[in-house]
């Protein structure tokens, strides 16, 4: 009653062992290392749009080229229509701007810094942000426009 195991013999009464099973193998395999990098390029390529300043200005066009960035995240200082400053996307007071800018000056390698300006705010209202950055320490100021306007040769770009 009760139950037992039937084992099959091969005939000699010896087990057979696969050649080869011990040895390392010496192929590749490429197919997961594929699919980690199809990953991560569909990561960056959701991400890469979120990593830009999110402050909304409506630039003034120009037919100026882009300027080259450094590898250090560049610090950018807005002036929206309104008149309100932010560094990156964290309002500042007037009378604070110069103080935090030296603070940040002090940690940063570079001296690049870009404004950006709505094309509604005076030419008094940048040229006083501009004197603010110099005496906040720094003095490479890139202005940030659309591309696409008029040329002096007055051609649209």
Known sequence: MGAGTVQKDDGGGRRRRRRGSARPMAEINVTPFVDVMLVLLIIFMVA???LTVGVPVE???TAAGALSVDQEEPLTVTITAEGSIQIQTTETPRDQLITRLRGIAAERESDRVFLRA????SYLQVMQVMG?????????IGLVTDIGGPALDGSDQ
């Open 132 to 140: 603010a950055l110099n005496a906040g320490g720094f003095s490479n």
């Open 118 to 121: 709505d094309g509604a705010v």
């Open 48 to 50: 890469a749009p979120l």
């Open 59 to 61: 630039l003034p066009k």
